[in-house]
């Protein structure tokens, strides 16, 4: 029998090693099987029964190097020397594999918070899902997180990630540098996140073929967005034009991701947030979640939970003193008009 594996061009040196030095170990491992590297395809020649075998462990090795970003000769050697597949449930430390993604480095990216696990959970069962919360909730990470996994698993063709270019008390124009400069800074949390999860020379190549794209929510109008895994960010700075036509940009084999936070809206006064819009219209509508995270999911600094509940506390009793006010006019002006009746 001889079979032949196709590796993708981003993966040949990680899985091969270097100068095929991992091609070389196998070749020890199966010495009754010819093993031959040439490009980014390997060809195994032997026994049906050999053959096989093999195949189905060098899967598991680019399962391991997919999740890992690396392939060690020790990895080798347990992968190929165990007994049964559940070695594989388990990441590097025993512990069981409730894992979303593995970063750069072996890092673990796995949901800390109940709802964080109720997000993982929810773009399971859903081609559509909203995270609203306050910041350092872990929303964008979540779900740039599962978009990696989707493509690491060949589930989706593409990443698309996306936000509003909304200026926060800044003004665009004056940044330094062409339009993509000038929008780098608003989509610079995405990068961030990207960064993590992948090396970096993979990452850029992604991005010059276009596997990975990130652009401003404008760049999206008139596109149909096919087998991909989409992420707005940000979004209760899109307007509600906006928004619907964001929305309506899925296609075919597509997950949508919406982020935002409803405290922060940075757009003018005469203008709506879309993502409260939505949450009022689109609940209910099967296919569609909305999760709500909340100051027990901040997984920044413990001076953010304390920080986020300040305000959460300023703004209500500001909002009870603007009630209060209301309340003292109307009475007011319910005095003056009891005022302007004749009396008998």
Same mark, same amino acid.
């Given at each position: 029998?001889?079979?032949?594996?196709?590796?993708?061009?981003?993966?040949?040196?990680?899985?091969?090693?270097?100068?095929?030095?991992?091609?070389?170990?196998?070749?020890?491992?199966?010495?009754?099987?010819?093993?031959?590297?040439?490009?980014?395809?390997?060809?195994?020649?032997?026994?049906?029964?050999?053959?096989?075998?093999?195949?189905?462990?060098?899967?598991?090795?680019?399962?391991?190097?997919?999740?890992?970003?690396?392939?060690?000769?020790?990895?080798?050697?347990?992968?190929?020397?165990?007994?049964?597949?559940?070695?594989?449930?388990?990441?590097?430390?025993?512990?069981?594999?409730?894992?979303?993604?593995?970063?750069?480095?072996?890092?673990?990216?796995?949901?800390?918070?109940?709802?964080?696990?109720?997000?993982?959970?929810?773009?399971?069962?859903?081609?559509?899902?909203?995270?609203?919360?306050?910041?350092?909730?872990?929303?964008?990470?979540?779900?740039?997180?599962?978009?990696?996994?989707?493509?690491?698993?060949?589930?989706?063709?593409?990443?698309?990630?996306?936000?509003?270019?909304?200026?926060?008390?800044?003004?665009?124009?004056?940044?330094?540098?062409?339009?993509?400069?000038?929008?780098?800074?608003?989509?610079?949390?995405?990068?961030?996140?990207?960064?993590?999860?992948?090396?970096?020379?993979?990452?850029?190549?992604?991005?010059?073929?276009?596997?990975?794209?990130?652009?401003?929510?404008?760049?999206?109008?008139?596109?149909?967005?096919?087998?991909? $895994?989409?992420?707005? #960010?940000? @979004?209760?700075? %899109?307007?509600? =034009?906006?928004? !619907? /036509?964001?929305?309506?940009?899925?296609?075919?084999?597509?997950?949508?991701?919406?982020?935002?936070?409803?405290?922060?809206?940075?757009?003018?006064?005469?203008?709506?947030?879309?993502?409260?819009?939505?949450?009022?219209?689109?609940?209910?509508?099967?296919?569609?979640?909305?999760?709500?995270?909340?100051?027990?999911?901040?997984?920044?600094?413990?001076?953010?939970?304390?920080?986020?509940?300040? $305000?959460?506390?300023? #703004?209500? @009793?500001?909002? %009870?003193?603007? =009630?209060?006010? !209301? /309340?003292?006019?109307?009475?007011?002006?319910?005095?003056?008009?009891?005022?302007?009746?004749?009396?008998?």
């Amino acid at each position: 029998m001889e079979k032949t594996i196709t590796l993708e061009n981003h993966e040949i040196v990680g899985i091969c090693g270097v100068n095929n030095a991992n091609i070389d170990l196998l070749r020890n491992i199966y010495p009754k099987l010819k093993i031959t590297a040439r490009g980014n395809e390997i060809k195994v020649i032997g026994e049906d029964s050999e053959v096989e075998a093999f195949i189905a462990r060098f899967e598991l090795l680019v399962v391991h190097y997919e999740h890992f970003e690396q392939l060690t000769e020790t990895d080798i050697l347990n992968i190929t020397a165990a007994e049964d597949e559940s070695f594989f449930l388990l990441d590097k430390n025993g512990n069981a594999n409730d894992v979303i993604v593995h970063g750069r480095d072996g890092r673990v990216i796995k949901a800390i918070t109940p709802n964080q696990k109720r997000l993982v959970e929810s773009a399971a069962k859903n081609d559509m899902v909203f995270a609203i919360g306050p910041a350092g909730t872990g929303k964008t990470y979540t779900a740039v997180a599962l978009a990696v996994r989707a493509l690491k698993n060949k589930q989706i063709r593409r990443i698309i990630l996306t936000r509003p270019a909304v200026e926060a008390g800044e003004n665009l124009g004056f940044l330094p540098g062409d339009l993509r400069d000038k929008l780098d800074p608003y989509l610079q949390p995405l990068y961030d996140a990207l960064w993590d999860m992948m090396p970096m020379q993979k990452l850029l190549t992604y991005m010059e073929e276009k596997t990975i794209e990130i652009a401003p929510l404008a760049f999206m109008r008139g596109r149909t967005l096919d087998n991909a $895994y989409v992420i707005l #960010d940000e @979004a209760q700075n %899109a307007t509600e =034009a906006q928004l !619907k /036509m964001f929305l309506t940009r899925m296609g075919k084999n597509a997950k949508f991701f919406i982020t935002g936070d409803i405290t922060q809206i940075d757009l003018p006064k005469h203008q709506h947030s879309g993502l409260i819009q939505a949450s009022k219209i689109l609940k209910g509508i099967k296919g569609i979640d909305f999760v709500e995270l909340d100051n027990r999911d901040v997984v920044r600094h413990h001076l953010v939970t304390k920080i986020i509940e300040t $305000y959460e506390r300023w #703004d209500a @009793a500001r909002a %009870a003193e603007a =009630a209060e006010r !209301k /309340m003292k006019r109307e009475a007011e002006r319910n005095g003056e008009k009891e005022e302007d009746l004749p009396h008998s």
